[in-house]
């Protein structure tokens, strides 16, 4: 199958062969030398089926653009795994979705440090290769299932190109300077990172370490234009050094905005974004107040891209999303709530994955492929008023506490009004003589000095009583995974471990 991608990047290169696609340090890598190193990562590879599905797990660098292109000279679909995930995963990944090969880069620091394993075939790959096929799929992005299991996202080439255009014109990039953070192996570093830089003017920045500090100093000196990043990042930043910069951390019109990034002390840096998890009002309003930019947020999804985009920087400091992408259709679907105000995010657009690959569940079957019939239907709650997203917590986390329904986003929102609370997470847990009973718990970020009553109180002036959290545990920060989402399992083990 052709490849429009390919072409685009062969064009690019022929154009202007020295172009830094990539910089650390004092180190560059060209089109010319990523295009190369793509073939000789071609002529490395063991002989593939057609269709065949290739699990690639490779970290931030040259080496991941020269492999994403790579395998398209190959034809091969590409399952993307995390660069950190053990051996033993990767290779039980590319089993459970039926992978003909693995490709592992065992040394981030050398570009030939490649290592191929040609996978066992069996009745997996082959339901797999069928799917792909069926599907002209060219990327497989995994995501949790809602019964803990892996799906695979299955995506074409055009619905990625849509994506990634459709990115381009809603954040008004250019020829830009990228800091990068954020893994490319993720939806969201794939389309706004790796697939600009393949097919535009745009250079990928990467710090000397895996850090805030040598993050903030890169910003500051390497002329970054772009810094694309997560809430934790962001936070971290904010904490970092005195603050230089006289703006109002309640300037939060356009035109106040505007004017403060004129004063940005992060040298040449113009557009910084915040997406992966929700940002908080309080961080935004942080960091706006120490380096004179806003944080514009960025929300999205591996099923259909880039959703929502804050064109302004006014909606993270309002705690909203902003408006729909480019050629991106929202609706809210709300059956569930009976008609209120609130409802699951619907999202259509030619970026939409075309469905999931579930994983099978048991050694002697296969996988199964789930179209996505009437766009994608998020499991993510929001109101949309005037065309601006609000995001307000997941269907899946609606609570029952005796007889009421109760999202535990309200309280949260309500604790980090607080002052001094930086963060929250809530939930409910039963307790062990009355497994029918839930009970509330909050885990909050803030100083150890925080007086757990005064927060109650504040809590009782604004929640009804059911809604009250019923123990309250002060944590230096909340866990995140590799993506920036808040680690579930791990903060409720924190709060147990807290607690006792």
């Keep these: 199958m052709d490849s429009t991608l390919l072409a685009a990047f062969e064009a690019q290169t022929k154009a202007d062969p020295g172009f830094p696609l990539i910089e650390r340090g004092h180190s560059i890598w060209t089109r010319a030398q990523i295009s190369a190193l793509s073939r000789r990562l071609a002529e490395s590879a063991p002989t593939l089926r057609e269709n065949a599905v290739v699990c690639l797990k490779c970290a931030n660098g040259p080496e991941f653009l020269a492999a994403l292109v790579g395998l398209k000279r190959l ?12 051996p033993v995963e990767v290779e039980r990944l590319g089993l459970t979705f039926g992978c003909g090969a693995s490709l592992v880069n065992t040394d981030p620091c050398s570009s030939v440090a490649w290592s191929w394993t040609v996978l066992p075939r069996t009745p997996v790959t082959e339901a797999t290769e069928a799917a792909v096929a069926s599907a002209q799929t060219t990327v497989i992005k995994l995501t949790s299932g809602s019964t803990g299991g892996p799906r695979g996202v299955m995506v074409t080439e055009a619905a990625l190109l849509a994506d990634e255009a459709a990115l381009y014109a809603s954040m008004q990039l250019g020829q830009e300077r990228v800091l990068t953070t954020i893994p490319l192996s993720h939806s969201y570093g794939l389309s706004s990172i790796a697939l600009a830089a393949l097919l535009r003017d745009m250079t990928i920045v990467m710090p000397i370490s895996d850090s805030p500090v040598d993050a903030l ?75 004179g930019l806003p944080i514009k947020t960025f929300y999205g999804a591996s099923e259909c891209g880039g959703i929502a985009f804050d064109r302004t920087g006014a909606a993270g400091l309002d705690g909203a999303l902003g408006t729909a992408v480019e050629g991106v259709t929202l609706e809210l679907d709300h059956s569930v709530h009976n008609g209120a105000p609130i409802g699951q995010v619907r999202v259509t657009s030619e970026a939409l994955a075309s469905g999931y690959l579930h994983a099978a569940a048991q050694p002697d079957q296969t996988t199964s492929f789930e179209h996505f019939a009437s766009g994608f239907l998020s499991s993510d709650l929001a109101t949309l008023d005037g065309g601006l997203l609000r995001l307000q917590g997941r269907s899946d986390d609606v609570l029952n506490l005796k007889g009421k329904k109760l999202h535990p986003s309200e309280v949260e929102r309500v604790l980090t009004s607080f002052d001094r609370v930086q963060d929250a997470y809530v939930f409910a847990e039963s307790k062990a003589n009355r497994p029918n009973s839930l009970h509330l718990k909050a885990l909050i970020v803030g100083p150890a000095s925080l007086d757990r009553a005064t927060i109650l109180s504040h809590c009782r002036d604004n929640l009804a009583e059911y809604k009250v959290p019923r123990s309250i545990t002060v944590v230096a920060e909340l866990p995140r995974t590799e993506r920036g989402k808040l680690d579930r399992a791990a903060a409720r083990r924190l709060c147990e471990a807290k607690e006792h």
């Design 75 to 86: 034809g091969a679909t590409v399952l993307l795994v995390d660069a950190a995930t053990p």
């Design 217 to 291: 100093k890169t910003l500051r000196t390497a002329n970054v234009t772009f810094f694309p990043s997560v809430p934790a990042w962001l936070q971290a930043m904010v904490g970092l050094g005195a603050p230089q910069s006289n703006a109002s951390p309640q300037s939060n019109t356009p035109s106040q905005i505007e004017a403060s990034s004129q004063r940005a002390p992060l040298g040449t840096v113009r557009l910084v974004i915040s997406a992966g998890a929700p940002l908080l009002q309080e961080t935004a309003r942080r960091f706006h107040a120490r380096f």
